[in-house]
Structures are given as structure tokens and as C-alpha cells.
Nanobody, 117 residues
Framework: QVQLVESGGGLVQAGGSLRLSCAASGSVFRINVMGWYRQAPGKVRDLVAT???????HYAESVEGRFTISRDFAKTTVYLQMNSLKPEDTAVYYC???????????WGQGTQVTVSS
């Protein structure tokens, strides 16, 4: 089992920055891909960004050029640096982990990001 704990959310003005962190524990050796999703009120949970073991990244078009996903050397913590935040970035942000062998592993509990205009 893999456990994921997010931190770093909060309230920020439009144009500001926040950095989210997600620490993985448990069977971390199973993790091949980590990523971030977000869910705004009344909307579906959408992909924000992912990063693979090899460091390959993928971003949603809406955050490309503003957000950066990264992992620490041990590959047990994933970060999401969010710059030039917009009110439409307001959502609960969820960390996730996936295994090439086992598939989806888990969601974190979520962290609220609120961007005021």
C-alpha cells in the first residue's frame, strides 16, 4: 500500500505563486508515475501534471508554462510549483501515484488552493 500526504495549499492573490508537496510512504518501490489532479466545485477531477521515473513530464494545456512538476532524488516526494496563478486555478489539488505493474495506487487527501482576483 502507498500513502500520499499533500501540503502547501492556501490562499493567494492572482499572479502569485504556491508550491505544493506530496510525500509518499509505504510501498514506494511500486511507484513509476506521480502526478497532480485538481477538482473545482461542481466539476470533474482533471489532470494537472505528471512525472515519470525517467523525469518525463506532462502538463494540462491550461497550466503549461505556469506550473512545474518535479520529484526529489529519492523519488518519494513530488512537487508542483505554481506561478502566475489565476482564479480559475482554484480547486482542491490531489496527489496520485501509479505503478506500471499494479496500475493506480492511491490518492492523497487533497489540499485546497484558492486564488483571489
Amino acid at each position: 500500500q502507498v500513502q500520499l500526504v499533500e501540503s502547501g495549499g492556501g490562499l493567494v492573490q492572482a499572479g502569485g505563486s504556491l508550491r505544493l508537496s506530496c510525500a509518499a510512504s509505504g510501498s514506494v518501490f511500486r511507484i513509476n508515475v506521480m502526478g497532480w489532479y485538481r477538482q473545482a466545485p461542481g466539476k470533474v477531477r482533471d489532470l494537472v501534471a505528471t512525472i515519470t521515473d525517467d523525469g518525463n513530464t506532462h502538463y494540462a494545456e491550461s497550466v503549461e508554462g505556469r506550473f512545474t512538476i518535479s520529484r526529489d532524488f529519492a523519488k518519494t516526494t513530488v512537487y508542483l510549483q505554481m506561478n502566475s496563478l489565476k482564479p480559475e486555478d482554484t480547486a482542491v489539488y490531489y496527489c496520485t501515484a501509479r505503478s506500471d505493474l499494479y496500475g493506480f495506487l492511491n490518492w492523497g487527501q487533497g489540499t485546497q488552493v484558492t486564488v483571489s482576483s
